[in-house]
């Protein structure tokens, strides 16, 4: 399968609403290897770009946004992807516009995307207007307003061609937009792999039905503090083989170094495993 247009691929999920696919994210999204600036090793989550991570198939971006008040609001150096420091990615320039660009091949046109804005830092009170504005003005069709929430697939595919992007917004000031996404973090940076499964275990058993809502299955190494490739586990832990997988229990995975285990796979046959049952087949 093509992960870049995997949505697409599948025209069986057409009967779920966004807050009922099981989709894979990345954790710190615009943290990756390739950045420019990012130079302290504790901060780097991903191996590959945001834009690289949609063409492998992921779709839902952990995006921290710090607004750099030297460059005016319809500058890309305005709103620059951070987690601690800066990584040299900017949400105009690395997401936004390689995102558009992205669409802009057919292929890709029922492909959702949901940018879950985590963290906005250094705003102002008018910095949500300002963003929300830029947002608008490059992504305008293609943003799915909160309004819709409880269209399915198939009817935002048909209804509504187009529309793909999700924007979740973690501030009352959201205007149009998604309530930010739920991050369900255990609250430890460094527990053991055992200990995590233990927590993803009791949070799997809470009823979050209608909300988009994601498991922090990430954490750091002891002592050098750096983030964790476990994706050995992962792949155990997330394996899609019927109804009864303990993948059916998520909603969006957020891992570190995404792309080294085999999370979108599972995604994809979980997502499909669902609407198969939804449709009674």
């Known amino acids: 399968m093509n992960h870049q247009h995997w949505m697409g691929d599948s025209p069986e999920i057409g ?8 989709l ?41 946004v710090r607004a750099n008040r030297e460059y005016t609001p319809d500058e890309i150096g305005r709103y620059k992807l951070y987690h601690l420091n800066p990584s040299g990615r900017t949400l105009l320039g ?6 558009n ?5 057919p ?33 305008g069709q293609r943003l799915i307003p909160h309004a819709l929430r409880d269209l399915t697939l198939d009817r935002l595919w048909h209804e509504h061609p187009g529309k793909t992007v999700v924007i979740a917004y973690h501030h009352a000031k959201r205007g149009e937009h998604w309530p930010g996404v739920e991050q369900v973090w255990m609250g430890e940076n460094t527990p053991s792999t055992d200990e995590l499964k233990t927590f993803m275990d009791q949070a799997a058993d809470r009823n979050r ?49 995404t792309l080294r285990s085999r999370l ?5 046959h979980a997502c499909r495993l669902r609407a198969q049952a939804m449709r009674g087949n």
Not at 94 to 99: H, M
Not at 112 to 134: K, R, S
Not at 223 to 235: E, I, M, N, R, Y
Not at 264 to 268: F, K, P, R, S
Request: charged share 30%; proline share 3%; net charge negative.
């Open 94 to 99: 690395d997401v936004i516009n390689r995102l």
């Open 264 to 268: 979108v796979d599972n995604c994809i």
């Open 24 to 64: 894979p994210g990345s954790h710190d999204s615009g943290m990756d290897k390739q950045a420019d600036t990012l130079t302290v090793p504790q901060e780097v989550t991903q191996d590959v770009p945001c834009i690289d991570q949609i063409r492998n198939g992921v779709r839902v971006l952990d995006l921290r």
């Open 209 to 257: 039905s209608g909300k988009l809502w994601s498991i922090q299955c990430a954490k750091y190494n002891k002592g050098v503090f750096t983030p964790d490739d476990f994706s050995d586990k992962l792949d155990l832990w997330f394996e899609s083989r019927d109804l009864q997988s303990y993948i059916q229990k998520f909603a969006i995975i957020n891992t570190d170094w």
């Open 107 to 139: 292929a890709n046109q029922r492909e959702i995307v949901i940018l879950d804005f985590h963290e906005l830092d250094n705003f102002g009170d008018n910095e949500h207007t300002w963003l929300q504005d830029m947002l608008r003005k490059h992504m």
């Open 15 to 22: 009967c779920l609403r966004i807050d009922q696919l099981i």
């Open 101 to 105: 660009h992205f669409y802009d091949d």
